[in-house]
Nanobody, 118 residues
Framework: QVQVAESGGGAAQAGGSLRLSCVAS????????MAWYRQYPGKEREFVSY????????RYSDSVKGRFTISRDNAKDTVYLQMDTLKPDDSATYYC???????????WGQGTQVTVYS
């Protein structure tokens, strides 16, 4: 079992920055990647960013590309999401999820709230 915990959410002014952290703990032997998603009230979760542990290969949704940066610290089983040039549309609950070779290694955190005010 893997436990996932996000932190770093909060409020920021438009144009500002926040950094989210995601820590995976427990038996993380199956984890090969981590991803960030976000969810607006009443909407489905949407993909934000993804990173592979092995080589750091990453990808982003078009809505955050160029503004957000994902990184990882494999030794700490921690992934970061640096969010710059924030927009009010970035206000959402952000979730972190682990990924592995099968669905059995998919674990989600409880989410962290991000609010961007203009």
């Amino acid at each position: 079992q893997v436990q996932v915990a996000e932190s770093g959410g909060g409020a920021a002014q438009a144009g500002g920055s926040l950094r989210l952290s995601c820590v995976a703990s427990g038996d993380t032997s199956c984890v090969v990647s981590m991803a960030w998603y976000r969810q607006y009230p009443g909407k489905e979760r949407e993909f934000v960013s993804y990173i592979k542990y092995a080589d750091g290969w990453s990808r982003y949704s078009d809505s955050v590309k160029g503004r957000f940066t994902i990184s990882r610290d494999n030794a700490k089983d921690t992934v970061y999401l640096q969010m710059d040039t924030l927009k009010p549309d970035d206000s959402a609950t952000y979730y972190c999820a682990t990924g592995g070779m099968s669905k059995s290694c998919e674990f989600w955190g409880q989410g962290t709230q991000v609010t961007v005010y203009s």
